[in-house]
């Protein structure tokens, strides 16, 4: 969408080229970008799809600048990339600034202060141009928050691809006009040859990419240069084209309705950016060599029109609003998707948004004189625009920073956590003392070891390696505890961790999110089997002397709990081996976000105090196996979570849960007195 910048730059240019009297802006692709744009919005806002229409602005933002570089090397005119990209960027910011601010501010205004956290590191990434590289990193990570909901910001991934391509391709232009002038070569030719490799690579990448996990590909930029390459190598052999009238107003007509049609045809979010992409992004090729036909019955006529070109100049800040438009108001309404009446309400607002922050925001600074004088001056000018945005997320960050220091230093007397269900536990909580952790840090508050495996725990299987932490503890400890299972295993780590310290064993777990550790695999994902098989060559190689494991399941707000899937029958593997086996009871799960529930409603509300009778079983499920198994030894800690009545949200000025079903490591971890001494007592290890 930043093609918009683009386009200008190359208007202004062609207006005032000496070669050529007749302007060589072309006006359907004005039109083009502004069909693209409504393509995103309303298949955004009315249809909860995704459309196709970013492939297009992709397309189109290399088209332009190649145009521009072409020109520049063709000209004898200097690249001076320096100068190019503060002026680019100094065009892009402010709008991009704006919104980032609006957006903030009702980030903090509507959502709840545990989201706050996640989304002011995504303004950081999303004002840097590496939001793709952030949402990439999360889409892989099971414990990143936000999973459930859409981020108000995550449209800026492909804004920030093309932010990287805009530093990519200029220095690719540089790099092949200075081979090209020492070897004496022609410039369109070779650049032909590099961007066609690079189109047959990437695009090669991007199949392979889409096939294995889509889901990261979709944000990877590599899987998407070959989309820029198109526009590029369309741009290059555009000039030796002579197709006839007839043929170009097929070919625009062919390309638009293949466009249109794109969204309706492909589910393009779960498929893209594959060799299915080749459908929208040739779809524009097609319209663009079509170019101005002249004919009546030429698509252009309508691409040319004012209304779209009109639309065109808006397009950018069009693209930037109506994303955090709509996901802020479906939460702000709590629906799922915005009727056609809401969703005719927002696409109004943000025409109206990005009308206002086209003329008095956009075009002013990008015809501010004073800052292309030299490069010192538009260096000025683009640092300037960062410190509007940057100055209140330093605020931010500074101000949790202080507030976690301060709440951490009271934390012994005004945070017990756990200890206040202790019986002759006497309450010195003062009055007005902050929750631990702060709700914007709760989402993080994940427990873990702090080592990678090294040496004789270091696993063979690739597979692990990425999910394997241990203590530092030295090899020749007494026993070896190795943690098994999901994230409901991993949270424990915040009490067995500081037993393990105490005792001087050496603790070492094998965790993967989502993948409980089982010898009955048939329900799981393939990922979830390779990783479990991996585990038990793991054990089979190198025994430990205990396990510890989560030996049951719990059923959101229900009491409906079970033993894990195959939960005996892994617990006799693990003993006929010789390997102790300590399970511990699964905590109550919720169908609602509790932390949420306490940081909106308030810790003493209803909601966030529900009765432990709706979500606890009568009988621990593991108790039937007590004594059934030698080298079984069973911990149950939910009556330090629950009290009898009812299972709260805050327990001794601390946040139990950091989402629905998991615990906070900080709650976790002031269960450690009481954790060890259940240890100690089922096993009987001295």
């Not at 990005?354 to 010192?376: D, G, I, M, S, Y």
């Not at 915040?494 to 005792?503: D, H, V």
Request: with cysteine; proline share 5%.
């Amino acid at each position: 969408m930043s093609t918009v910048q683009t386009a200008a730059s190359i208007k202004g240019q062609s207006r005032s080229s000496i070669t050529s009297r007749k302007s060589k802006f072309r006006p359907e692709i004005q039109g083009l970008r502004s069909l693209a744009v409504l393509m995103v919005v309303s298949y955004h806002v009315w249809f909860g799809r995704v459309s196709g229409g970013v492939d297009v602005f992709l397309l189109v933002s290399a088209f332009l600048m190649t145009l521009q570089f072409t020109s520049r090397y063709e000209q004898g005119r200097p690249m001076d990339l320096l100068r190019h990209w503060l002026h680019l960027f100094r065009r892009l910011l402010p709008a991009t600034v704006v919104v980032l601010l609006g957006t903030l501010a009702a980030i903090f205004v509507v959502l709840p202060k545990t989201r706050w956290a996640a989304l002011v590191d995504q303004v950081w990434a999303s004002l840097f141009y590496v939001q793709n590289w952030l949402l990439q990193r999360e889409a892989v990570n099971y414990y990143a928050a936000d999973h459930s909901q859409a981020s108000p910001l995550q449209h800026f991934w492909s804004l920030s691809i093309q932010g990287q391509v805009f530093i990519l391709w200029p220095v690719i232009f540089a790099l092949v006009a200075l081979a090209c002038k020492k070897y004496r070569l022609r410039y369109r030719v070779a650049l032909l040859y590099v961007f066609g490799l690079l189109f047959a690579v990437s695009l090669t990448y991007s199949v392979i990419a889409t096939a294995t996990d889509q889901t990261t590909a979709y944000f990877d930029t590599f899987a998407r240069l070959w989309e820029f390459a198109i526009g590029t190598l369309v741009a290059l052999i555009l000039p030796a084209l002579r197709f006839s009238k007839p043929v170009r107003v097929m070919m625009g007509w062919v390309g638009i309705l293949a466009m249109l049609s794109c969204g309706i045809v492909l589910q393009v979010q779960t498929a893209f950016p594959g060799f299915v992409a080749l459908w929208p992004t040739l779809a524009a090729a097609c319209v663009i060599v079509a170019g101005q036909t002249g004919s009546r019955f030429g698509v252009d006529r309508i691409l040319s029109s004012k209304p779209l070109v009109r639309l065109g100049d808006n397009s950018y800040a069009l693209y930037l609003w109506h994303w955090p438009l709509l996901v802020i108001s479906l939460i702000w309404t709590g629906k799922d998707q915005a009727g056609w009446l809401s969703g005719t309400v927002i696409i109004a607002a943000a025409l109206v948004l990005a009308f206002l922050t086209t003329k008095f925001v956009e075009k002013p600074l990008r015809e501010w004189k004073w800052p292309e004088a030299n490069r010192r001056r538009a260096a000025i000018a683009v640092v300037a625009c960062l410190a509007v945005a940057v100055v209140p997320l330093l605020a931010f960050n500074v101000q949790q920073y202080v507030s976690a220091k301060i709440a951490m230093a009271q934390a012994e007397k005004d945070n017990p956590g756990a200890a206040a269900m202790v019986p002759g536990y006497v309450n010195e909580v003062s009055p007005k003392a902050a929750l631990l952790p702060t709700p914007e840090k709760l989402p993080q508050d994940w427990a873990g070891l702090s080592d990678h495996c090294s040496g004789d725990l270091k696993p063979a299987s690739n597979i692990l390696q990425s999910g394997c932490n241990q203590n530092s503890q030295p090899a020749g400890s007494d026993r070896t505890i190795l943690a098994l299972g999901d994230s409901h295993a991993q949270q424990w780590l915040a009490a067995l961790a500081p037993l393990a310290e105490q005792e001087q064993w050496r603790l070492y777990n094998l965790l993967l999110g989502g993948c409980p550790f089982t010898v009955d695999t048939s329900g799981l994902s393939s990922e979830c089997k390779d990783f479990d098989d991996a585990v038990h060559q793991q054990i089979d190689e190198h025994p430990p002397s205990a396990v510890f494991l989560v030996g049951t399941a719990a059923v959101p707000s229900s009491p409906d709990e079970k033993l894990t899937v195959g939960f005996e029958d892994t617990v006799k593997m693990l003993t006929d081996k010789g390997i102790s086996v300590i399970a511990v009871r699964d905590n109550p799960r919720f169908d609602f976000n509790m932390a949420d529930c306490v940081v909106t409603k308030g810790q003493h509300s209803p909601d966030c105090n529900p009765g432990e009778a709706q979500l606890l079983a009568p009988q621990n499920p593991l108790a039937s196996l007590q004594g059934k198994y030698v080298g079984l030894s069973i911990l149950d800690m939910t009556d330090l979570i629950c009290n009898g009545g009812e299972c709260p949200g805050v327990v001794g000025n601390t946040f139990v849960y950091l989402d629905n079903n998991h615990l906070s490591k900080t709650y976790v971890a002031s269960m450690a007195p009481m954790f060890r001494d259940r240890w100690l007592a089922a096993t009987g290890w001295s």
